[in-house]
């Protein structure tokens, strides 16, 4: 049985000396016509971005951050898992998974933790208590260094399941996840519907039930949006009720921003990962952009984001090395084959919860969620992006208290 021992971030001083050496010496690409970010990222804003990220952000005020919750890391089996486990103050806690996606980390996590855990001091009743558990990825921020190779969204469901259960103690649970989160939530419910409450998923992924006939090659487009939208989602403009129609166009403009990415992460991420981990130019270039094609702004990232939250961010993918790992993770995950469930009318039970923000890269017809999934909870909300827990972190968390509510 794999135990879980206490962990401390400590990132060596030689590694933020490096970083600062790096910074000054990086030699920017020209940029010109480029003030809208139609050729992407745009060298003014990276310019003022490195410049606080060398002379005016402190990473050790980060660190302690991180380290002012209960941090852990197991092992199982040569691959490390990192994870915050905070219990919850209320009469009956439920225990709740929250798992992010790519270019997230766990951290997109830090404004919700102690509202979920601590209602009562936040306004809430305490009542609606969770004891929250949020892993890192495999591959990605302090689960790392990862050295076992395909790693990927299906073995990291049975990785959950096994952290719940066997080395957390909990035999039935919440879980609630975006991006890779939601595809893994919504697959954890799927696969052990005796062990999880329900499901809550900003990003629209219901989970197959049932292996189709005739499934794509592995690595093809049409397994690609298949895998990331699930069955119900393969959807046109007439599918949508008419008061939701709108939202299909939307779609197809934000899926026009992730095209790069998915392209390069699911063909040949080691080659865009040398230059990425030599670079931390490079890398915030590529993590910041998505950051803003992604989330609820006019064009300025820091109308959905801190500042200091985007360094939060790029410096944990910096100094754990992860960002090629965390690419590969779309290489395997999507050259995996879909898998049968166990028991598909026990799934088929499993409650779920669907927000709508307004700016997600996702939306399903709310008809078709609810003949593939036993949706009981459907909410749509004024405002957000792709990164709800860590743009709007009250909405997030009022919502999810709201859902699971109805289950405990």
Same mark, same amino acid.
């Given at each position: 049985?794999? !135990?879980? %021992? ?7 001083? /030689?590694?933020?000396?490096?970083? +600062?050496? &790096?910074?000054?010496?990086? =030699? ?15 060298? %003014?804003?990276? /310019? ?14 980060? /660190? ?45 996590? /830090? !404004? ?12 809430? $009743? ?19 260094? *990862? ?15 096994? *952290? ?69 989602? &393969?959807?046109?403009? $007439? @599918?949508?009720?008419?008061?939701? &129609? ?14 790069? +990415? ?14 990425? +981990? ?13 950051? &803003? ?13 801190? =500042? ?89 968390? @009022?919502?999810? =208290? ?7």
């Amino acid at each position: 049985m794999p !135990q879980a %021992e206490p962990f401390t971030v400590a990132v060596p001083d /030689e590694a933020i000396e490096d970083l +600062h050496h &790096r910074l000054d010496n990086t =030699r920017f690409a020209p940029d010109f016509a480029n003030e809208d970010w139609r050729f992407g990222m745009n060298g %003014e804003y990276l /310019e003022s971005f490195l410049h606080s990220w060398r002379h005016e952000y402190d990473w050790r005020e980060t /660190e302690s951050r991180i380290n002012n919750f209960n941090n852990y890391q197991v092992d199982f089996e040569g691959v490390p898992l990192h994870f915050i486990h905070e219990k919850g103050k209320g009469p009956n806690p439920v225990p709740l998974i929250l798992t992010h996606g790519w270019p997230w980390t766990f951290w997109d996590f /830090e !404004q919700v933790i102690r509202p979920l855990t601590d209602p009562a001091a936040y306004g809430g $009743d305490p009542a609606d208590a969770f004891d929250v558990v949020v892993p890192s990825l495999p591959g990605f921020g302090f689960s790392t260094p *990862l050295r076992v190779d395909g790693l990927q969204t299906s073995k990291g469901v049975d990785l959950w399941a096994r *952290l719940m259960t066997d080395v957390l103690g909990y035999d039935r649970f919440a879980a609630a996840g975006g991006d890779f989160g939601a595809m893994m939530s919504g697959t954890l419910g799927a696969r052990y519907p005796d062990r999880v409450l329900g499901v809550y998923v900003t990003l629209p992924s219901l989970p197959a039930l049932s292996v189709p006939d005739n499934v794509p090659e592995p690595g093809s487009t049409s397994q690609l949006v298949g895998m990331l939208m699930g069955p119900a989602m &393969r959807t046109s403009p $007439d @599918d949508f009720a008419p008061e939701e &129609r709108h939202r299909y166009g939307v779609m197809e403009d934000r899926w026009k921003t992730a095209l790069s +990415h998915i392209a390069v992460h699911t063909t040949d991420p080691q080659t865009l990962a040398f230059a990425l +981990h030599d670079s931390p130019a490079g890398l915030a270039s590529w993590l910041v952009e998505r950051r &803003r094609n992604w989330s609820d702004n006019e064009g300025d990232v820091e109308e959905a984001f801190s =500042r200091q939250f985007l360094l939060d961010t790029v410096s944990i993918y910096w100094f754990t090395e992860s960002f090629v790992t965390t690419s590969r993770w779309y290489w395997h995950t999507f050259r995996t084959p879909p898998q049968a469930v166990p028991d598909p009318e026990a799934a088929r039970q499993v409650p779920f919860g669907m927000p709508v923000f307004p700016k997600e890269m996702i939306f399903v017809p709310r008809a078709a969620a609810e003949a593939s999934a036993n949706v009981v909870h459907w909410t749509e909300h004024p405002r957000g992006g792709h990164f709800a827990p860590s743009e709007v972190p009250e909405v997030f968390t @009022d919502d999810v =208290r709201a859902f699971f509510r109805k289950l405990r």
